[in-house]
């Protein structure tokens, strides 16, 4: 099993112990500059870095969200190609299954503990995922960069296969989890059997 793995699981834990009892919800969070209001990375993106200290492995083309975020996917081929197939179709499908709010949507507090925002940066909700599909923040999504819509679209799929295998999941803290190890392709250094605990752990199975 990756070493890393474990550091990753004091993350659950803390987080679990401090969200008992409080509102949960399904992540979706982008952060945007306070004084221009522009969003600049979603917040799967930014903490992957700031939290767990992986750097984003970003694919060649960066010229549209669907090849971004199967960019990503394709990680999996090795290890998962059934799941590979499942999310990417369900990335094929993200916009027919989204709709766009011009008004902004209520925030969903799920970001854990043990990460800080920058002081220029707020969180705002970028999307919210229903039993029908997707509600997208319209004047956040139409100025995002390409790259950080894949990895929003990654989170959401992920997050869509998670509530699949568990309909009652709180926290979006192991979709982000898994999300940061596909971004980042630190699965590489996962053996097989350490990749089927990984999805057992994060409740992916």
Partial sequence: MNKKFFSLLFFIVLSFSSFAGNEVGNGGGVLYHLESKTPVMFFDAYETEARYGYRIQWPRDLSDEYKVAMSFTSRLAKYDPK?????NGWIKSFYAEASFSQSDLPLIFD??????????SGVAQLIIQTKHGYI??????????TEQKGVA????????????????LFLSE?????VAILISNELRFFTANGYQGLL??????
Avoid: D
């Avoid at 799941?83 to 999310?87: A, I, T």
């Avoid at 970001?111 to 220029?120: F, L, N, V, Y």
């Avoid at 997208?136 to 960069?145: A, C, E, M, P, V």
């Fill in 200 to 205: 057992q752990h994060l409740e992916l199975k």
């Fill in 136 to 145: 997208l923040n319209q004047r956040y999504w139409n100025k995002l960069s």
């Fill in 83 to 87: 799941l590979q197939k499942q999310l």
């Fill in 111 to 120: 970001m854990g503990t043990g990460i800080h925002i920058p002081e220029w």
């Fill in 174 to 178: 192991k979709v982000r989890i898994f």
């Fill in 153 to 168: 679209i990654l989170h959401e799929v992920v997050y869509r296969k998670a509530l699949e295998v568990n309909p009652r």
